[in-house]
């Protein structure tokens, strides 16, 4: 088997992570030894153990005298500082492990090359693969939050096969997506920390925002409603999830929420920058906006999205709120069916290489 392939594993592992990996990255390792996986695992909780850590702790007791004889492939550099858990070259040092293999550096200042070089000074054999795929789009992620000081932000939407968020008549019910796409929504509300909506939309479908369609933990509501429109009877507040944060122009607003008073009537780019980094201070390093239409294209104006996935449906309305575009830059990484709809990854930044 080629490093790369392993590597791959470690990718999958790694993507096997839900939300409270909080402002963790997503990390996944195996062990090999001559060809044969000894031992795998990856970083579920922060401040709980590391993918190197539940890796090891795998290996079953007949193979564990092999673990010094075997490679540690890691989807990420190993860390190397005491954070809330003891740094992995420590332990890698101490099992005796010969050689390391992982794909790109952490971008966290104090590691970024200090791990890897770490390893090399005590003798290790190490191989970095900066330009592997599958890992780049996972570690983008954690990049964008330690240099930016951002959280990774998705944007989901669906629109109607003619390209509507929703019909006219606001009155109607509708559904875009068909059941499957719904409970994949689900499964990626597990996986990420908050999911952002605009107070209109609370206003307009009343969501629970949580991940009842599928088993994992339930991310934080947050709702911008920069003109007050929120009365505090609405489904997020009464829903048992996480506590919502409500970004408000209101003094004391007396929400069932945290809220953070914002004096800017609009989403300018200062209001943008403030909000974000509130986001990045509660540790939210991955932040899902799933409308309404005035706040994905504002989010799209500001250039401030890194992931899109956007389903379309069979159904057309004729006429309606018509759905956001993408900026001709973004790049499409895949199209895929789910059912009857379709489903459309985009990233804002260039083409990853293979
Ligand atoms: C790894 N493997 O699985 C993860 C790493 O001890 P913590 O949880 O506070 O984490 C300290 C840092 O370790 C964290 O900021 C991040 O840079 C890195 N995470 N490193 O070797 C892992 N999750
Ligand atoms: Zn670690």
New binding site residues.
Partial sequence: MKNIDILGRTAQLASLADSR?RD??R?G?VLLHEGRIIGEGY?QV??QA???VNCLDSVAAADRSLIPESVMY?S????C?????PA?TGLILKEHIRKVVFAQR?T?DE?SGR?AGILREAGIRVKEYPDFGPTRATNAGRSVFTTEHRPFILLKYAQSADGFLRPKDRDRSYWITNPISRRLTHRWRTQTNAVLVGARTIIDDDPQLNARLFPGPDPRPVVIDLRDRLTGKEGIFQAGGQRPLVFTGRKAAKLKADTIEMKDKELSKKAFRRIMKKLYELKLGHVTVEGGATLLHAFLEHGLWDEARVFTGTGRFGTGLPAPVLPATAHLVRRERIGTDTLAVYTRQQKLKP
């Fill in positions: 990996v963790n990255p990390v390792a970083h922060a401040g590391h993918a190197e890691v990420l550099e190993p860390c500082i005491k954070g809330r858990t992995c952490d966290t590691i791990g």
